[in-house]
């Protein structure tokens, strides 16, 4: 089971949208709508984000939006701010019902 | 609301077992999957695995072979149970509330893997 793929850094000035890209297979993100984010600061626990592709759980900023294209899911953040900057981790359900992570993509804001 | 708290030894000498606990507290373990998750230093998240409340689990392949989850609902406790471990296996371990995603997660406990 390898992990799903994800760009190992992506950048972006305040106010700016950035992207962040998960690719997986027909059997994990392609094959299910139940594709989660998680972002991480450093020495602190995950914050789930985004779920089942395009949800946001309450109390989470409407500048975070998912969506899903064949076998890559994304997470957008509009109107960057210094605050988003940390690590960034996708998540999808499996056709073995293992959970599987991306490998992480570190967001710097400029 | 609900928390999770990760308890168990912080230091482990290779080739033995590490145990950690996840106690649950502001709801019922009942009705939920509830995952462990790991992180070596410096790198990503790696699903161990989860257990239903009944009892029913599932495993990462990579590490079936080794590990064990078990459920007390008695407690609201669910365990870990990693045999024969080595320097790899060190790593912040997590707990995590489990539906088609991850939450509430623990804090984390560092475990570390050395003689």
């Known amino acids: 089971q390898s992990a799903l793929t994800q760009p190992a850094s992506v950048s972006g000035s305040p106010g700016q949208s950035i992207t962040i890209s998960c690719t997986g297979t027909?059997?994990?993100?392609?094959?299910?709508?139940?594709v989660s984010w998680y972002q991480q600061h450093p020495g602190k626990d995950p914050k789930l984000m985004i779920y089942d592709v395009n949800k946001r759980p309450s109390g989470v900023s409407n500048r975070f939006s998912g969506s899903k294209s064949g076998n890559t899911a994304s997470l957008t953040i509009s109107g960057l701010q210094a605050e988003d900057e940390g690590d960034y981790y996708c998540s999808s359900h499996t056709s073995s019902s293992t959970p599987l992570f991306g490998g992480g993509t570190k967001l710097t804001v400029l | 609301q609900v928390q999770l708290q990760e308890s168990g030894p912080r230091l482990v000498k290779p080739s033995e077992t590490l145990s950690l606990t996840c106690t649950v507290s502001?709801?019922?373990?009942?009705?939920?999957?509830w995952s462990w998750i790991r992180q070596p230093p410096g790198k990503g998240l790696e699903w161990i695995g989860y257990i239903y409340y009944s009892g029913n689990t599932n495993y990462n392949p990579s590490l079936k072979s080794r590990v064990t989850i078990s459920v007390d609902t008695s407690k609201n406790q669910f365990s870990l149970k990693l045999n024969s471990v080595t320097t790899a296996d060190t790593a912040v371990y997590y707990c995590?509330?489990?539906?088609?995603?991850?939450?509430?997660w623990g804090q984390g406990t560092l475990v570390t893997v050395s003689s």
């Open positions: 502001g709801g019922s373990i009942n009705r939920y999957y």
């Open positions: 995590a509330r489990t539906i088609t995603w991850f939450d509430p």
């Open positions: 027909s059997s994990d993100v392609g094959g299910y709508n139940y």
